[in-house]
């Protein structure tokens, strides 16, 4: 290639970057919004998201749009094909948890602002600050192509799971003790999983780091340490 060419190629790849790098950023605000708006009681604020997150969708479209060109142009080889492949897969885990915020934004709304059972909210909110911490790990992992860093991020993926059966568990006994509390209380079910889903694309990511940097795709068991699906509802169980 020419050095022209070469430039004008490193450029598309850059332009790439630093659209996974906006997106990046989008999808940790509308999250952290989300949840703000949670605790608050804010629809307003939740509103504010479920618009925003078209920005995020455009985005994602963009990204796949220029993916296409460039490798429809330039033939890029193993390690160049493999940054592309894993900006198109990065970008949709960011559209995905832009949705969930959506989602959590959606249940706040359907609330009415109402926070009824206030610890549980706060417990929602702590285990959004751990998926947060991840997706914000997992993306300086992907900036700064650090496979060891996306390893660590992929391991921790247990800690939001136990925590999230733990709130899965807790918000069920409310539901049992009054059943004044089904209506909220399964709102905020919702809530959960959906961050819990968030550190799930968190997790994602980091196995995409991990293909981008070495080549080779993860084939052990991901750690999981949800098991709401066993929690009974009967018998205490």
Do not use: W
């Not at 050095?3 to 996974?20: F, N, P, R």
């Not at 078209?54 to 749009?65: A, I, Y």
């Not at 060109?69 to 832009?98: T, Y």
């Not at 807790?170 to 550190?199: Q, S, W």
């Amino acid at each position: 290639m020419t050095d022209h060419i070469v430039t004008s190629y490193d450029q598309e790849l850059k332009g790439l970057a630093g659209q996974i790098a906006e997106m990046g950023g989008l999808a940790e605000g509308l999250v952290a919004d989300a949840i703000t708006a949670l605790v608050r009681g804010d629809t307003a604020l939740a509103q504010k998201v479920i618009l925003t997150d078209v920005r995020l969708d455009r985005l994602q479209r963009s990204v796949e749009e220029q993916a296409i060109r460039v490798i429809a142009r330039r033939q890029p080889m193993a390690m160049d094909l493999r940054d592309i492949f894993g900006a198109l897969r990065v970008s949709g885990d960011l559209e995905r948890v832009g949705d969930l915020a959506k989602n959590i934004a959606k249940r706040v709304i359907a609330m009415g602002g109402n926070v009824l059972v206030k610890r549980i909210v706060i417990g929602v909110e702590h285990l959004s600050e751990i998926a947060l911490e991840q997706l914000k790990d997992v993306l300086d992992a992907y900036t700064s192509r650090d496979a060891e860093e996306a390893l660590t991020v992929r391991g921790r993926d247990e800690e939001i799971d136990a925590l999230y059966t733990s709130l899965f568990r807790e918000l069920l006994t409310y539901m049992m003790e009054d059943p004044r509390n089904i209506t909220f209380c399964t709102h905020l079910l919702f809530c959960a999983k959906n961050v819990e889903r968030i550190g799930d694309h968190a997790t994602n990511i980091a196995e995409t780091v991990h293909f981008v940097v070495t080549g080779e795709q993860l084939v052990d068991e991901r750690p999981k340490g949800d098991s709401s699906s066993s929690v009974s509802t009967g018998n205490g169980g």
